[in-house]
């Protein structure tokens, strides 16, 4: 079964530092987009950032530029997010999601069950 | 950024009954070269991560059931469910694909009157 499981979440004090993983299984990693949404408590999902297949081109959320940096390695077919410099309004939790891009489909297709991060003092 | 706004926050059905959740987005989502408008729907339950049943604002994903059904072009789209049944109890959220960066809607809550 195809499977995004991701770790590395937790509380952390403002103005630290996390990084995520997310390991990918049974499907061809390397073949696509991977992005990282997040979720606050109570909200509504939000793009914070996506990586190429092949890891040579990355976007960010302009509320997370500078700060967090996507990476991949698709021969361990993980997804990395580090995240430095955090803050309160980073508070949520943190999915893996690949996006399909085909001829036929189009999307969000297959989300992981996210990691929480904290951030408080 | 491309803003979506649903309609309305939330929802009271009774079971059985048709639900209909509406999705404006602040510029069209409908690509010329394809004719197709970059538009999903997901359904999140507590405790889960959102899920994809609509794509290309009226595909249904595989596995979703044929009650769930979306329709719209340009910058109006709607996610209608024609026989509200309790596992439906949920919130949606509306996506744009069209350009970066993603956006989703504020989501609509879906209850059983």
């Known amino acids: 079964e195809v499977h995004l499981a991701e770790s590395g979440g937790g509380l952390v004090q403002p103005g630290g530092s996390l990084r995520l993983s997310c390991a990918a299984s049974t499907f061809s990693f390397s073949s696509y987009w991977m992005y990282w949404v997040r979720q606050a408590p109570g909200r509504g999902p939000e793009w914070v950032s996506r990586?190429?297949?092949?890891?040579?081109?990355?976007d960010y959320a302009d509320s997370v530029k500078g700060r967090f940096t996507i990476s991949r390695d698709n021969v361990k077919n993980t997804l990395y997010l580090q995240m430095n410099s955090l803050s309160a309004e980073d508070t949520a939790v943190y999915y893996c999601?690949?996006?399909?891009?085909?001829?036929?489909?189009?999307?969000?297709?297959?989300w992981g069950q996210g990691t929480p991060v904290t951030v408080s003092s | 950024d491309i803003v979506m706004t649903q309609s309305p926050d939330s929802l009271a059905v009774s079971l059985g009954e048709r639900a209909t959740i509406n999705c404006k987005s602040s510029?069209?989502?409908?690509?010329?070269?394809?004719?197709?408008?970059?538009l999903a729907w997901f359904q999140q339950k507590p405790g889960q991560p959102p899920k994809l049943l609509i794509y290309?604002?009226?595909t249904r994903e595989s596995g979703v059931p044929d009650r769930f059904s979306g329709s719209g072009s340009g910058t109006d789209f709607t996610l209608t469910i024609s026989s509200l049944q309790a596992e439906d109890v949920a919130v949606y959220y509306c996506?744009?694909?069209?350009?970066?960066?993603?956006?989703f809607g504020q989501g609509t809550r879906l209850e059983i009157k």
């Open positions: 990586v190429d297949s092949d890891g040579g081109r990355t």
């Open positions: 510029q069209s989502l409908l690509y010329s070269s394809n004719n197709k408008n970059y």
């Open positions: 996506q744009q694909y069209y350009s970066i960066p993603r956006t």
């Open positions: 290309w604002a009226s």
């Open positions: 999601v690949r996006e399909m891009t085909s001829l036929t489909k189009f999307g969000f297709d297959l």
